[in-house]
């Protein structure tokens, strides 16, 4: 298996209210079938699909799925005045502050948002893994 993820699908109770909470922090949508919402990530894609259906596709009742599962979503800025600015966006959008931005140990600045659907965040500034100028994102720097 290649050290890769292709896609990322949220499970969402509402979907156009969904795409409009991620249209809101600035992402465009790419055209999809119907019941599906898709952004384009830098090497991957991000998919927004309705939680009783990605429960009925596993074979599991809706109720089977969702809740903190002890994954965050990890989105890194280059600067921890942008890691401020986009956890505000995040809660004028209509998202939950978890943790606001702070100063962690090992010398970076994080904070913890969820979604309208609980889905976690972390929005950060690594400065040991500076990003590339395509905004890509490595352990270690691009």
Known sequence: MEQRISLITLAVEDLERAAAFYEALGWKQEPSEPGIVAFNLIGQTLGLYSREELARDMGFAPSEIGGF???TLAHNLPSKEEVDTLYQRFLDAGGRGIKEPHDVFWGGYTSYVSDIDGHVWEIAFNPFSPL????AFQWGGA
Do not use: E, K, L
Not at 132 to 135: I, K, N, T, Y
């Open 132 to 135: 590339a100028p395509d905004g």
């Open 69 to 71: 599962s002890g994954i």
